[in-house]
């Protein structure tokens, strides 16, 4: 599976960024999308997922920071995985990883495939 992402930039705090990533290639019946953020000199950490279960939209995760914020969503015939992100923080500067993994968890060793990343920055 390929992942191509798009979304991103530059946005002033409080703002508002929309992420897309679309898969590309044999996907599985049950599968997890989701993306993971990394900062200059910290490591790869996931912030949201949604798994799809024959061909329904599952669980969604996020993590506690980006709770109430975030907004992660799938369009399955599609096989692309949106991230709406409000009310962004200057601690929210980071790249941005598109993900997709089979199965309903996604640590980094369950991914399969990465996207290239995105740089989202956040000016205060």
């Known amino acids: 599976v390929q992942l191509a992402e798009s979304g991103g930039g530059l946005v002033q705090a409080g703002g508002s960024l929309n992420l897309s990533c679309s898969a590309d290639?044999?996907?599985?019946?049950?599968?997890?999308m989701g993306w993971f953020r990394q900062a200059p000199g910290k490591g790869r950490t996931l912030i949201a997922s949604i798994t799809r279960i024959q061909g329904n939209t599952g669980n969604t995760y996020y993590t506690d920071s980006v709770k109430g914020r975030f907004t992660i969503s799938r369009d399955n015939a599609k096989n692309t995985v949106y991230l709406q992100m409000d009310n962004l923080k200057p601690e929210d500067t980071a790249t941005y990883y598109c993900?997709?993994?089979?199965?309903?968890?996604?640590?980094?060793?369950?991914?399969?495939?990465w996207g290239q990343g995105t740089l989202v920055t956040v000016s205060s």
């Open positions: 290639g044999r996907t599985s019946r049950i599968d997890t």
């Open positions: 993900a997709y993994g089979t199965g309903v968890r996604l640590s980094v060793k369950d991914v399969l495939s």
